[in-house]
């Protein structure tokens, strides 16, 4: 997939898409995440290439934190 931020405008737009399977949303919001993505002058906020804008890294790590509740939900006792 090229570009792959291009296609979205918030990390919740990934962990809410339908037909991205758990691993490739996990992967593209720890790449949204990663400081690499940091916006220069502005820790807080992260637009990894092609993003069209900076989000807050605590709404990255809360859409990663809602894949892990879904997960929880479909495996309960593992």
Avoid: I, T, Y
């Avoid at 400081?35 to 002058?41: H, K, L």
Wanted: without cysteine.
């Amino acid at each position: 997939m090229s570009e792959p931020f291009s296609r979205f405008l918030h990390p919740f737009d990934v962990a809410r898409h339908p037909s991205l399977e758990p691993e490739v949303k996990r992967a593209l919001l720890a790449s949204w995440a990663s400081d690499r993505a940091a916006v220069r002058d502005e820790p807080a906020l992260r637009k990894p290439p092609g993003a069209r804008r900076a989000v807050p890294v605590d709404d990255v790590f809360a859409a990663l934190r809602s894949l892990d509740r879904s997960n929880e939900q479909r495996a309960p006792g593992l």
